[in-house]
């Protein structure tokens, strides 16, 4: 099955209903000039709890101050962001729809891994804010002090700890990554997969695997229950300062950043209504940097940093183009 | 253990904030309106006041949207015992011996039942969080893959008591479920049986398809008919007959105490818990019963072990939320959320520096607890009044609500097809005499046995001896099989009493006929 | 149809069922392994498929009834409770047509809107049911379609495609 969903199977064949027939006629000036005159949707791709749908609604009333109208989150989790990513795609690019979504790594991985039906340039960031990487960790009772004692128990024999980790994702890759440098078969590791980063933490808290590799910044409100061994950052990240970086435990390798999460609407929206994405850009902006939203956020260790929409979009190719380097690591 | 000081400090709390305790009935009520219509989900309902809670102030806020939770963890036992819909996975059971009590109309005494046991056991789910809710967290988070294989395979255990003329077919529409439940991408990242469908990457559906199977032979039969209830007599609605529910609840401290057990470990588990600990509860009651026989067709203990543990489990997913900021489901998840837009970050440093707060918040839902007595009672007095309603105006109303309901899942008519698809194969599966809620059973556990059992195996490196490495998994199995066999050796014990009964009938009758015999005789 | 010394009927309806069952999951199973061989794939799925269709072996031969047997087989007591399926012929048109209606919504729903589908369910539904009064057949109808519509509406935060409303 490809994009062209029964639904506009049945547009088609009802010859191009009134209703959405007329939105798509209508000269986008017209609309760019009203916009926007009613809610907006934000489209998260995940279930309620998880950062992108904290980050849209701690993030909501300072967005909405400068839109003029209210947000309504809609939750579309499932299938790594899959399902989440073809609505927006098949909502009228009309900028009734704009997205808060872990953009990178997951819709490269869906179109690398699942042959989702959309290319990774169908999407057009605004901002990314949070950056998130790959922590090493294990639970805070644990008798394994260091990332350095891991690998050499590992060296000795791959199977002696277990590894919590989401398969196909970034924290996979550089799982592999980081084996593979230290001369260790993965495919001997016992790796225990989980289907998203929350199982994952809860299990390397309470000490059901022994490590864990999952985005660091999901394990803040767990501080006190995990030791962090290393981060697969290039330097210090400021709001982790306790996790040594992997390259203090001595592994040299290369790695995938983690999530970059952050608002983003469809690039059809940006070719064909201009008007509006600069709009909606302008907006985001406007909020990130308003210091009350930067207070709030920062006391919810959510992140507003303004990077924009060049500097967004560029660090989400950069990490696709990674990810389709490493692809085979994933499989 | 509780905290004199702190604790006293949170009843300061409590009776210094008395205004925000006007929020506790509206917000009973929108969490019981809102549970009540299938396929809206708590989780939903908070959504939808969640941005009004962000005008109230902290300690307003909460109270406010705890008791939507609260209420809400009552309303979806209201469709499953007047129309067999649970509303939600967790009332799954409730619909065994709920609707067949309904059916023979004692729907009120089975709604009494339920709101008490609800109550009760959620009071007493949040007394124990008040004295351990650190200690309950730390349980919780230690529950592993192992552990929860041994909660789904005695999940399972809920088939044997389902009871089928044929155990063959009960057992393929079982694997048949299990099936249906794994398709889509499981924990290690395979994906099958989707047929190229996007939807089905996350798997099927469970509540469309739950609805949909439970419907076909239930409400479309009911076109014939005049009334859900169909004896006369039978359609009234009355309080009294609630409270006498409602006081008949007390009469099962047993069965109250194991749904509260099984609810308050296995319901807080995060994610899972909710929807395997009332089939656990309730096939646990009806094993260990007496008059085991009449479970499913309308024995109030199957309704008290049900909602027990649906009950139980609130204050267990409350604890893993507060003191360690995990959502144990979609409702905590939005009530983290709401700590958080008033800056209040629950976990463990929350717990440490907050005390008194966190004692208030489960000070405050036990109140509601009490309060939920009182308004429930009214909600389904109003809500029972479905009885006296014609069909003819029921059922295309309830079939309407039920597709907007599965719509409302995913914002998808992936939902409403589900459910047709799914009433088709029910009604298929009636008509043979397969279990239906075997099916269900299937497709609410088989993604759960798949992935726990993958992760037990991947854990264990295929060594099947790990398990003596786990002691609570062991100890899970020790008491699902001593449960097992004490009842084995109950039914063997009984089984003997009553032959020795009908033998000992059997001679009484001989000798009486003999006797007869002898009589005439003798006449003669 | 005769085998030996017996007649016997076949219970086509659920021979068919079954083995739309044992194929669906027959073709399930296959699709699982062409996606990958690996433990980490079949560990549960393969075990259980070849289960079902051990079941379905051991359920082919409960489709054949022999006649002899059929006819002396005493008249089973029916448990009141058990969910059953109407057996007469009229409740069974209604349920069918009811279902039938159902189908016809739910994959209609996207293409007339879900208030014309809502409000022709209705009536179509309550028709079924058995009221014939016209005002009472359009103004209920149009009552639930008002309520559905705008209720869900302000309830969830999904768009709900609309031709009239």
């Not at chain 1, 088609?12 to 000039?33: D, K, N, R």
Request: proline share 5%; hydrophobic share 50%; with cysteine.
């Amino acid at each position: 099955m490809t994009n062209f969903t029964r639904r506009d199977t049945f547009r088609i064949a009802a010859g191009g209903l009134a209703v959405t027939g007329g939105l798509v006629a209508m000269p986008s000036i017209l609309q760019a000039a009203n916009y926007p005159s009613r809610p907006i949707n934000v489209i998260v791709p995940f279930a309620t709890g998880g950062y992108n749908d904290r980050l849209s609604r701690a993030f909501a009333p300072y967005l909405e101050k400068e839109l003029g109208q209210p947000l309504v989150i809609v939750n579309k989790p499932g299938a790594g962001t899959q399902l989440g990513n073809s609505y927006a795609l098949n909502q009228p690019a009309d900028g009734y729809s704009i997205m808060c979504t872990s953009a990178a790594p997951y819709i490269p991985l869906t179109v690398l891994l699942q042959g989702a039906p959309y290319k990774v340039e169908d999407f057009a960031m605004l901002n990314l804010p949070s950056r998130d990487y790959t922590l090493a960790a294990t639970s805070a009772g644990s008798e394994i002090k260091t990332f350095a004692e891991v690998i050499e128990k590992l060296k000795k024999d791959p199977s002696s700890l277990s590894i919590g980790v989401q398969p196909a994702s970034a924290d996979y890759a550089n799982m592999v990554l980081a084996m593979q440098a230290s001369e260790i078969d993965p495919t001997k590791l016992r790796i225990v997969t989980y289907d998203g980063g929350g199982p994952a933490r809860n299990a390397t808290a309470g000490a059901q695997v022994d490590v864990g590799f999952v985005g660091g910044e999901g394990f803040l409100p767990l501080k006190t229950k995990v030791r962090p061994l290393a981060i697969f950052a290039a330097e210090k990240v400021d709001w982790y300062p306790d996790a040594p970086l992997l390259a203090a435990s001595g592994v040299k390798s290369d790695f995938v950043e983690g999530s970059q999460r952050g608002w983003a609407v469809t690039t059809k929206l940006k070719n064909e209504q201009p008007e509006i994405y600069k709009f909606l850009a302008g907006a985001v902006e406007r909020a990130s940097k308003n210091p009350q939203a930067i207070e709030a956020l920062q006391k919810q260790e959510l992140a507003t940093t303004w990077f924009g929409p060049e500097a967004s979009d560029k660090a989400y190719r950069d990490n696709a183009a990674k990810m389709a380097k490493y692809v085979d690591l994933l499989k | 253990m509780i905290d004199i000081s702190a604790f006293q400090d949170a009843l300061g709390i409590m009776f210094s904030s008395v205004g925000s305790w006007g929020w506790i009935v509206p917000g009973l009520i929108v969490g019981l309106v809102f549970s009540a219509i299938p396929g809206i989900s708590i989780t939903m309902a908070m959504a939808i006041v969640l941005p009004m809670s962000l005008y109230m102030d902290f300690f307003s806020a909460i109270v406010f949207l705890t008791s939507v939770y609260t209420g809400a963890g009552f309303g979806g036992s209201v469709p499953a015992i007047l129309m067999n819909i649970p509303g939600s996975p967790s009332s799954f059971a409730t619909t065994f011996d709920g609707y067949a009590m309904s059916k023979k109309g004692e729907h009120n005494e089975a709604l009494g039942y339920a709101l008490f046991a609800s109550t009760i056991c959620g009071i007493g789910g949040y007394l124990l969080l008040l004295l351990v809710v650190e200690p309950l967290a730390d349980i919780v988070l230690r529950i592993g893959p192992v552990e929860m294989f041994a909660v789904a395979l005695w999940g399972m255990l809920l088939l044997g008591s389902l009871g089928s003329t044929y155990i063959s077919r009960g057992l393929l529409a079982a694997a048949f479920g299990i099936l249906l439940g794994t398709i889509g991408m499981n924990t290690a990242g395979f994906t099958r049986g989707t047929m190229g469908i996007p939807v089905l990457l996350d798997g099927i559906s469970p509540i469309p398809a739950m609805i949909g199977l439970l419907a076909a032979g239930q409400l479309l039969s009911l076109a014939g008919r005049d009334y859900i209830i169909e004896a006369e007599g039978s359609r009234e609605v009355s309080v009294r007959r609630i409270l006498k529910g409602c006081w008949g609840t007390l009469k099962f401290p047993g069965v109250l105490l194991r749904g509260s057990i099984i609810g308050i470990v296995i319901g807080a588990v995060p994610g899972v818990g909710s929807s395997i600990g009332n089939l656990i509860a309730y096939a646990e009651t009806k094993r260990t019963a007496k008059d085991s026989a009449t479970f499913g067709k309308g024995n109030p203990k199957g309704v008290v072990a049900a909602e027990s543990a649906v009950a139980s489990a609130e204050g267990g997913s409350m604890a893993t939320m507060l003191a360690l900021g995990i959502p144990g489901g979609g409702a905590t998840a939005i009530l983290i959320a709401a700590f958080m837009m008033h800056n209040i970050v629950p976990g463990p440093s929350f717990i440490e520096t907050q005390k008194p707060m966190v004692y208030a918040i489960i000070l405050n839902n036990i109140v509601q607890a009490i309060v939920l007595l009182a308004v429930g009672i009214g909600f389904i007095y109003v809500a029972s009044n479905i009885v006296k309603v014609r069909t003819r105006y029921v059922l295309p109303a309830i079939l309407v609500i039920a597709t907007l309901g599965t719509y409302a899942v995913t914002g998808e008519t992936a939902g409403p097809i589900t459910l047709f698809v799914f009433a088709l194969l029910g009604f298929a599966l009636q008509r043979y005499q397969y279990p239906v809620a075997a099916v269900v059973v299937g497709i609410l556990l088989g993604r759960m046995l798949e992935t726990e059992f993958l992760r037990s195996y991947q854990l264990s490196g295929g060594n099947p001896l790990y398990i003596f490495e786990r002691p609570g998994a062991l100890a899970i199995i020790g008491v699902m099989l001593l449960s097992l066999g004490m009842t084995a050796w109950g039914k063997r014990k009984q089984n003997r009493a009553e032959a020795e009964e009908e033998a000992a009938m059997l001679r009484l009758q001989q000798e009486d006929a003999a006797g007869r015999a002898g009589s005439h005789a003798t006449k003669t | 149809m005769r085998i030996g010394q017996h007649r016997y009927t076949i219970d086509y309806g659920h021979l068919a069922l079954i083995t739309l069952i044992a194929a669906a999951v027959f073709w399930y199973l296959l699709d699982a392994r062409s996606v990958s061989l690996s433990v980490n794939n079949l560990l549960l799925v393969q075990p259980v498929a070849l289960f079902a269709l051990a079941m379905y072996l051991f359920i082919i031969p409960q489709c054949f009834h022999r006649v002899d047997k059929e006819t002396a087989k005493s008249p089973k007591e029916q448990d009141p409770l058990a969910p059953t399926i109407p057996s007469e012929r009229s409740d069974i048109i209604r349920m069918a047509s009811l279902g039938a209606a159902l189908g016809l919504l739910v994959f209609l729903l996207d293409v007339i809107g879900f208030d014309i589908g809502i409000f022709l369910f209705t009536a179509a539904a309550m028709a079924v049911c058995g009221e014939r009064r016209p005002l009472h057949l359009i103004g209920f109808s149009l009552a639930v379609t008002l309520v559905g519509v705008y209720g869900f509406r302000a309830l969830i935060p999904f768009p709900m495609h609309t031709t009239i409303l």
